[in-house]
């Protein structure tokens, strides 16, 4: 059932490239900016709207945290409680301990049914372990039915936002996307949005009608009755949930709550955080096997446990998956969440992602970010990633091991502590006066000062060195 506190292999939470080059390369792309600026201040601006009619938004975030850190402290008690009622209820639970075990699961189970075609609801936990491409392999084509996931499914991209995958895109590339992608799409003469939607929904329904299995995720499942739950804005998630003979949920162990009760602290917290709505459009709840389905859970680690057993880390676990944090970041605001190289970007990825690979496999992500605090006054469960940012920072250091940096920093500790040797110092480093001759400034480091502090000079200059050191006199 439960996994060793060790984090496992997994496919789609980290980069190729560290976030410092991903970053640089997005950056340089005007037009994502454009679209991610427009996109995150209106998600901003109806969310603070919604968020303002509630006098007791303060005790209902205080409220979520509470309930996940119970969860969390219980969690061996409330999964055996949740594969109880599920399989009571007609379900069949699977227990898998990394993204292999999942990705293995699910292909027998479509297998088994000899479908060489599924179609899916948003889920973040297949996307993590990368279910689709795990099918693919087997001859089985998933197809997304959230309208953003399907645009970056057609387009051959990742995710780029938790909640609007496609925010990196305006309307007029997804016209051009559909009218090169799907089949049934003809000529689209414009890209307004209610004509693509359209466009969408034909190329979908045809789906739902024909495609014996489905795949989800799962927003929250409520221990004490086996119920799961889906949250969504388009009725996709519905069809998907209903017309399919065979139904597989995929679910990180972490996303229970104990009672129906505490469900709705978060049917609260969620919309509101998340689109900026009271509620959403769409509440899917199943219980177990339903109207002749059959149905499986699988529930999976890929990680949770290792993240669980750091004491400073493991409040990562509350992330209800409403993007907040993303909205008021200003770093992703610029890069964008590709930059990332994690199917969770933005400041709740730069905690989650170390964690789940192991810090060793993400060093850069603790490092993307201001530190600001955005993010803590956004999160409707009252994560405090800047704090944990600070502490993966502190690991990523002991990962990399000695350095040319750590060194100079401790003949620098060993140079402080003799009043002798800092004067000495202070002395020497007159000689620096002829790097800054031109303008007062240093731009650049010689060598071997570059090996010793690379990337000092790289993104800032330092002051010429005085005639004469303060300790001295006034020059």
Not at 136 to 153: C, F, K, S, W
Not at 190 to 203: F, I
Not at 258 to 278: C, I
Not at 311 to 326: E, H, K, Q, T, V
């Amino acid at each position: 059932m439960t996994s060793p506190p060790t984090a496992h292999p997994v496919t789609e939470l980290r980069a190729a490239e560290p976030f410092p080059v991903n970053a640089a390369v997005q950056l340089r792309n005007e037009q994502l900016r454009r679209n991610l600026a427009g996109a995150t201040r209106t998600i901003r601006t109806k969310r603070a709207n919604v968020v303002g009619e509630l006098p007791d938004w303060s005790e209902l975030r205080a409220a979520g945290a509470a309930i996940k850190d119970d969860v969390l402290a219980h969690l061996d008690t409330y999964l055996l409680q949740l594969e109880e009622r599920v399989t009571a209820n007609g379900g069949v639970v699977h227990w898998a301990r990394d993204g292999a075990e999942a990705n293995r699961i699910v292909t027998g189970l479509v297998q088994a049914r000899h479908a060489t075609e599924v179609v899916k609801v948003k889920s973040m936990a297949t996307q993590e372990i990368g279910l689709n491409e795990a099918l693919a392999e087997a001859g089985i084509t998933a197809v997304e039915t959230d309208l953003a996931e399907l645009i970056v499914q057609l387009g051959h991209e990742k995710p780029s936002h938790i909640l609007v995958p496609a925010i990196h895109k305006n309307r007029d590339e997804i016209r051009e996307l559909f009218q090169r992608e799907i089949p049934t799409a003809g000529t689209i003469a414009t890209s307004e949005p209610r004509v693509l939607a359209e466009v969408a929904r034909r190329h979908l329904r045809a789906k739902f009608l024909s495609t014996p299995v489905a795949i989800s995720g799962a927003n929250f499942a409520v221990a004490e009755t086996g119920t799961l739950g889906v949250v969504e804005s388009e009725g996709n998630g519905r069809m998907c949930l209903t017309l399919p003979r065979t139904l597989i949920t995929v679910m990180g162990l972490e996303k229970l709550v104990p009672t129906w009760a505490d469900l709705g602290v978060f049917l609260q917290l969620l919309p509101r955080s998340s689109t900026g709505e009271r509620m959403n459009p769409y509440t899917s709840m199943w219980t177990g096997a339903v109207e002749g389905q059959e149905f499986h859970l699988v529930l999976m680690d890929n990680g949770r446990t290792a993240t669980l057993a750091d004491p400073d880390g493991r409040d990562a676990l509350r992330c209800i998956r409403c993007s907040a944090c993303l909205n008021v970041c200003p770093v992703y605001e610029r890069t964008g969440g590709h930059a990332y190289g994690s199917v969770y970007p933005g400041p709740i990825g730069a905690v989650l992602s170390p964690q789940l690979t192991g810090v060793r496999e993400n060093l850069s992500l603790p490092f993307a970010s201001t530190l600001c605090g955005a993010c803590l006054d956004a999160c409707p469960v009252a994560i405090d990633i800047p704090r944990m940012l600070v502490h993966l920072r502190a690991k990523a250091v002991e990962a990399k091991g000695p350095t040319a940096e750590s060194a100079a920093m401790r003949l620098a500790a060993s140079t402080m502590r003799s009043p002798r040797r800092w004067r000495m110092a202070l002395r020497a480093a007159r000689a620096g006066r002829v790097l800054g001759r031109r303008d007062g400034v240093i731009h650049r480091l010689p060598f071997p000062l570059t090996g010793l502090l690379r990337g000092w000079t790289a993104v800032r200059d330092l002051p010429r060195p005085p005639r004469r050191p303060f300790r001295d006199g006034t020059a």
